[in-house]
């Protein structure tokens, strides 16, 4: 379930927003524990879409190997604890790391599933 309604509801019902102060996505008059939610929502979308897109094409040439599933599964890792820390505590530099340790390991998928496209001799499935 998503928190956005939840909080933004509460923030209007409380008299804190108004809706027309999310008329075109979030005005300045939005306090940032009301816009919190919807960012951590964007960030999911952002940086994934280079995974999505590396998933797509391992299934569609089907090549991978325990390398490319245990990177997969990192990254999954990665933004989880990327969302946790936006959500729960929002310590800036543990984004950070937690998002640039998303970047190195959909880069280090791309370049597994190059060298198995490339026919790398000790990447087959």
């Known amino acids: 379930m998503s928190l956005i ?3 933004r509801i509460r923030a209007a019902r409380s008299g804190r927003v108004r809706a ?5 996505s979030e ?7 009301v ?8 960030n999911l979308l ?9 998933c797509l094409a391992v299934l569609a040439t089907k090549r991978y190997d325990v390398w490319i599933l245990s990177l997969a599964w990192a990254f999954v890792a990665s ?10 505590y929002y310590d800036v530099l543990h984004r950070l790391v937690a998002f640039g340790i998303g970047v190195v ?21």
Do not use: C, Q
Not at 27 to 33: E, F, I, K, M, R
Not at 79 to 88: E, P, Q, T
């Open 105 to 125: 390991l959909t880069a280090a998928i791309w370049l597994r599933l190059l060298l198995l496209a490339l026919g790398d001799p000790e990447a087959s499935p």
């Open 20 to 24: 027309k102060d999310f008329r075109y």
């Open 35 to 42: 816009s919190l939610p919807n960012r951590a929502y964007m």
């Open 79 to 88: 933004r989880i604890a990327h969302s946790l820390i936006h959500l729960l």
């Open 27 to 33: 005005s300045p008059l939005v306090p940032g524990d």
């Open 46 to 54: 952002e940086l994934p879409v280079l995974f999505y897109v590396a």
């Open 5 to 7: 309604p939840v909080v």
